[in-house]
Structures are given as structure tokens and as C-alpha cells.
T-cell receptor, first 114, second 105 residues
Framework: EAGVAQSPRYKIIEKRQSVAFWCNPI?????LYWYQQILGQGPKLLIQ????????DSQLPKDRFSAERLKGVDSTLKIQPAKLEDSAVYLC????????????FGPGTRLTVT | GIQVEQSPPDLILQEGANSTLRCNFS?????LQWFHQNPWGQLINLFY???GTKQNGRLSATTVATERYSLLYISSSQTTDSGVYFC???????FGAGTRLTVKP
């Protein structure tokens, strides 16, 4: 069984530029999560999808961050415009509806904003 | 939101030693999980344990929900146990700052 795939693995941009991250969850997993992990901290949940609907986006900075999961499979997370403090690893995770608490994480995308 | 504190922040062990990691949380929760993040950044779910005790090989965890803490026990530690251990609580998955474990051969 293939794991959670993310791309790109690394991205360097200048502040005020835009960036997008892509996530492909484990096949059949209805729930998808995006987390932000700043160096030295634990991950912070940004948004949770179930199929293509948003379950929780209370910690998503909606003035600059957006996420979508149009067909209930792949998802993209976008930042526009980026700030220096957005430098972090962006992690995607997925889980099945039968074992919702067991999240499988992707390798992450490391974003550096200069 | 719920506050999550983990201790100790850093722990260095010799291979074969045992250790106890602690997670305190500020409010009652119906979800508590332990994760291991290896030195390459991969996060692995270890336990879902909102209450009670579970064991998986050399790892075990206990959550005392009424006293708002959870403990992760690692016995006979191995170098592959190195990394950061996180607890996360609540439906919105509030993570603590983690305990960085280094196991020396």
C-alpha cells in the first residue's frame, strides 16, 4: 500500500510570493489533514477535510492560506502572499473513516521564505 | 484552547535503559495520541489512548484522564528510538512541544 505522497519536498520563495503544495492521501482514506510544523515545535492542524468537505479550519489563517480537495482525493494548500513566518514544514496526513484516529503522515514539504 | 505540556524537553539515554515521558493537558479530552517523529521528520502514530493503558512491544502508555496526564514508557531503549515524541490531544489535535530523545550506543 502506497503511503501519503507530497510534493514538492522543498521550496524556497521570497516573501510576498505565492506557493502551492500538493498531497495525495492513501487510497480510500476519506479524511485528509494539513499541518504546519515550525522548527522546534509540534505540528499545528490547519485544516481537516472529510471527502471534499471541510470539517475544521479554525486554525487556518484564511487571509493568506487556502486549501481545497475538489474530488475528495488529492488536496492542495496555497499560501498567497507568503510571509517570513510561514517558513515551516507542511505535513499532510490521511485516515480512514473506520479508524479515524490512526493518521498516516506524508514526508512533508519544507518551505523557506526569504 | 487546551494547553499541552510535555516533559522532559530533552532526554539522553544509553542503549538498554528505560525512560518515562510525560504529557500534561489542561482540560478533559476524548482524544489523546502519542507520535514518534524520527530524525528524518517522518511522524508515526504510536498510540491512541484517551484513557487506560496500552502496550505495543517495548512501548506502553497510560492515560489518567481524571488527573489530566499521560505517560509513555520506553523499555530497553534502542538507537532507533531516537527522535521526538509528541502527544496530541483533543479533536483539533493540539500537539505539545515534544520530548527529544537521544539513545546512545
Amino acid at each position: 500500500e502506497a503511503g501519503v505522497a507530497q510534493s514538492p519536498r522543498y521550496k524556497i520563495i521570497e516573501k510576498r510570493q505565492s506557493v502551492a503544495f500538493w498531497c495525495n492521501p492513501i487510497s480510500g482514506h476519506a479524511t485528509l489533514y494539513w499541518y504546519q510544523q515550525i522548527l522546534g515545535q509540534g505540528p499545528k492542524l490547519l485544516i481537516q477535510f472529510q471527502n471534499n468537505g471541510v470539517v475544521d479550519d479554525s486554525q487556518l489563517p484564511k487571509d493568506r492560506f487556502s486549501a481545497e480537495r475538489l474530488k475528495g482525493v488529492d488536496s492542495t494548500l496555497k499560501i498567497q502572499p507568503a510571509k517570513l513566518e510561514d517558513s515551516a514544514v507542511y505535513l499532510c496526513a490521511s485516515s480512514s473513516i473506520w479508524r479515524a484516529v490512526e493518521q498516516y503522515f506524508g514526508p512533508g514539504t519544507r518551505l523557506t521564505v526569504t | 484552547g487546551i494547553q499541552v505540556e510535555q516533559s522532559p524537553p530533552d532526554l539522553i539515554l544509553q542503549e538498554g535503559a528505560n525512560s518515562t515521558l510525560r504529557c500534561n493537558f489542561s482540560d478533559s479530552v476524548n482524544n489523546l495520541q502519542w507520535f514518534h517523529q524520527n530524525p528524518w521528520g517522518q511522524l508515526i502514530n504510536l498510540f491512541y489512548i484517551p484513557s487506560g493503558t496500552k502496550q505495543n512491544g517495548r512501548l506502553s502508555a497510560t492515560t489518567v484522564a481524571t488527573e489530566r496526564y499521560s505517560l509513555l514508557y520506553i523499555s530497553s531503549s534502542q538507537t532507533t528510538d531516537s527522535g521526538v515524541y509528541f502527544c496530541a490531544v483533543g479533536n483539533d489535535m493540539r500537539f505539545g512541544a515534544g520530548t527529544r530523545l537521544t539513545v546512545k550506543p
